[in-house]
């Protein structure tokens, strides 16, 4: 039999289903109504069933209850215990305390347990890590527990994780995988296919076959399904595809999203600064890297820090804090012009009444042009070409929601007051809508031009702008219309 022939038989025993059915499925594999609800979340009576078997020292029911879970599972459930219960829970049932639960751990459940353990059998679990995993989980730890876990890893891992964590945090760099499959350019299908075979048991997942020159650079790229459908004869440098995405080991995390994104790529190849291949990202470690980003760009809006209900108190509190006594200081600042226009105030209640509503409106108008230009910077569809035509775009929606709250807005304030204080409120309305969408554009842009993460700063001053101008317009209209006399 020729080898395309064997390779044909053997691609045709692959898709034949086996003998067993679903009989010879894991549990992790079928849906599992007893221990998941409909959202595939740990039910509360199971966790209660964990906790009891757990609580009165009963390893045996623990063991029965927790193996059939999945590793990302057995992850949940350690979260959803106390920070002082989860060494004694993970230490009840070690023999299931898999690296792949402890690379699916929450960042601070899995540091405080990483601190707890010694640093051999920190070690042992890194060994079994993928290389961007093992380096996640090592990353965050103080610098003496790094250098001593390290000690204790083989050669090859310590040299690869070292390597790693020389690079800046969050970026590619850091968030490759050091195992890929490269070959030499001078290879035939045929050669690769006797190579992949030759090799048995890969130890990763890879989906394309980097082609390299002599000097380790990469050249081009080979799908599998291309090589299995191509006859052995054909040279790589025939079949391969020569366009690829080269990132750069320093690439931020997520710029190298963003490229995946764009281009649709499910993996990439990292070059060091000489343009050697070092190491891939696949599009498995770029969801979590999108996800991660679009949760701490909407965090940092809102100066809530990581948010993580895992997140010790004291980090929680300064994260939060710092923010808080900004909004003080800017709030301050509207303060002090209603306080320049007390008398006005005085003399006519109905100022006091409509204020808020002035303010609050352009509040949001201001917070939702903000939220549109900072997810527009991070995904580059706000960049300096287009910049000027996004903030006339911003303007022209401001005015268009300006116009239509101003006559609400100047309808409702004309029959319960009178038409001068319903002509006042509609144009300070459509001052602070406009000055709002404005704001809320040009600030972002201003922090990135500037080097700063717009999601951080954005919102203290954009609500310091839309407060303050809005108090301003109307009070200043106000006393300038003649509705009562200056203060």
Request: aromatic share 4%; glycine share 6%; net charge negative.
């Amino acid at each position: 039999m020729s080898d395309d022939a064997r390779l044909d038989e053997d691609l045709l025993v692959a898709e034949l289903p086996q003998d067993g059915g679903d009989d010879g499925a894991r549990p992790d594999d079928r849906i599992d109504d007893e221990r998941h609800d409909e959202e595939n979340r740990l039910k509360p009576r199971f966790v209660r069933s964990v906790r009891r078997a757990f609580e009165s020292g009963d390893n045996t029911a623990l063991h029965e209850l927790v193996e059939p879970l999945h590793p990302a599972d057995v992850a949940d459930l350690l979260e959803l215990f106390d920070s002082d219960e989860r060494q004694g829970l993970a230490g009840a049932m070690s023999d299931l305390m898999s690296s792949e639960v402890v690379a699916e751990l929450n960042d601070h459940v899995r540091e405080d347990m990483m601190e707890a353990l010694e640093p051999e059998a920190v070690a042992s679990i890194a060994e079994q890590l993928e290389t961007d995993d093992a380096v996640q989980l090592l990353e965050d730890l103080d610098e003496d527990d790094q250098r001593a876990i390290i000690a204790e890893l083989e050669p090859e891992t310590q040299a690869a994780v070292t390597s790693a964590l020389s690079y800046p945090e969050e970026t590619a760099g850091r968030l490759m995988n050091r195992h890929f499959m490269a070959v030499p350019e001078h290879m035939t299908v045929g050669d690769l296919i006797d190579f992949l075979r030759k090799t048995g048991d890969l130890e990763h997942d890879f989906w394309e076959v980097f082609v390299v020159d002599q000097r380790h650079h990469p050249v081009g790229t080979c799908a599998l399904n291309w090589i299995l459908t191509t006859p052995r004869n054909i040279k790589l440098t025939d079949l391969m595809k020569r366009d690829q995405t080269l990132i750069p080991v320093t690439t931020d995390q997520e710029e190298v999203a963003l490229m995946f994104q764009k281009y649709a790529l499910i993996s990439a190849a990292v070059v060091d600064e000489s343009g050697r291949l070092v190491g891939q990202v696949t599009v498995d470690d770029i969801v979590h890297i999108i996800s991660e980003e679009a949760g701490e760009d909407a965090l940092l809006l809102s100066g809530a820090g990581d948010g993580d209900i895992n997140e010790p108190i004291r980090e929680a509190y300064s994260s939060r804090v710092r923010w808080l006594v900004a909004n003080l200081g800017t709030a301050v600042v509207a303060s002090a012009i209603i306080a320049f226009f007390g008398a006005a105030i005085e003399k006519l209640v109905a100022l006091a009444v409509l204020m808020p509503i002035v303010a609050s409106i352009g509040g949001n108008a201001g917070t939702q042009t903000m939220a549109v230009a900072v997810r527009a910077i991070a995904t580059n569809q706000l960049t300096r070409a287009n910049t000027w035509r996004t903030v006339w775009r911003e303007v022209r929606v401001a005015i268009l929601n300006g116009a239509t709250i101003a006559v609400l807005i100047g309808i409702a304030a004309a029959f319960l007051f009178s038409p001068m204080m319903g002509a006042v409120i509609a144009v300070a309305m459509i001052i602070n809508i406009v000055v709002a969408g404005l704001a809320g554009v040009l600030v972002p842009v201003i922090f990135e031009r500037l080097r700063q993460d717009p999601a951080v700063a954005s919102s203290v001053f954009v609500t310091m702008i839309t407060d303050s101008m809005g108090f301003l317009a109307f009070l200043g209209l106000a006393v300038v219309s003649g509705l009562v006399p200056a203060a």
